[in-house]
């Protein structure tokens, strides 16, 4: 982002149930990595079991960020580095969504992919982040992925296309698909 590299990444820093660190943290770095200054305080509400997950993020071109990551209870996004917005669920009333990734493209649209293994969501799914992180429309299952039964074996592959859209990686009969 403009002012540095940021990380962000899902824990607990102690057991003290009065830690603020919990949840999402993260810390930026002004200088390419040589230092670090760690934000005071969880960046997202409670509730989304980010302290369990990987964390994926993207910067988008406002310089504001989204971070993502998927548990039992579903995939959320997050936007802003602020415990005050809401955690939105991309699998609301499912289970079991897998290694989401985010990315922001050329025309400034966000979006999120993930395994879904959920019987009524089964596959590699798309789905267009909006301007507060809320879902976007719908999911979009990836071609040849509807019956998919065994997810990724790591973080779902997503790369933002030079002229807007992204492009979705995933193993099946067609292994990379373009979505508008």
Request: aromatic residues 8%.
């Amino acid at each position: 982002e403009a002012g540095g590299l940021r990380a962000c990444w899902g824990g607990f820093r102690t057991t003290d149930t009065n830690d603020p660190q919990r949840e999402i943290s993260t810390a930026l770095s002004p200088d390419g990595g040589a230092s670090w200054a760690l934000q005071t305080g969880q960046v997202n509400p409670d509730g989304g079991q980010a302290y369990r997950s990987s964390i994926v993020a993207t910067v988008r071109r406002d310089g504001s960020t989204l971070q993502g990551w998927a548990g039992t209870l579903g995939t959320w996004v997050h936007a802003g580095l602020s415990p005050d917005s809401p955690n939105w669920n991309y699998m609301e009333g499912l289970q079991y969504g897998n290694d989401p990734n985010l990315v922001t493209d050329a025309s400034g649209r966000s979006w999120l992919a993930w395994y879904s293994s959920a019987s009524s969501l089964l596959g590699v799914q798309a789905q267009e982040v909006g301007a507060l992180g809320a879902p976007s429309g719908v999911p979009r299952t990836m071609p040849g992925t509807g019956e998919m039964t065994i997810g990724m074996l790591g973080r779902t592959p997503l790369v933002a296309r030079p002229g807007g859209g992204v492009y979705v990686g995933y193993p099946a009969p067609q292994a990379q698909n373009q979505v508008r």
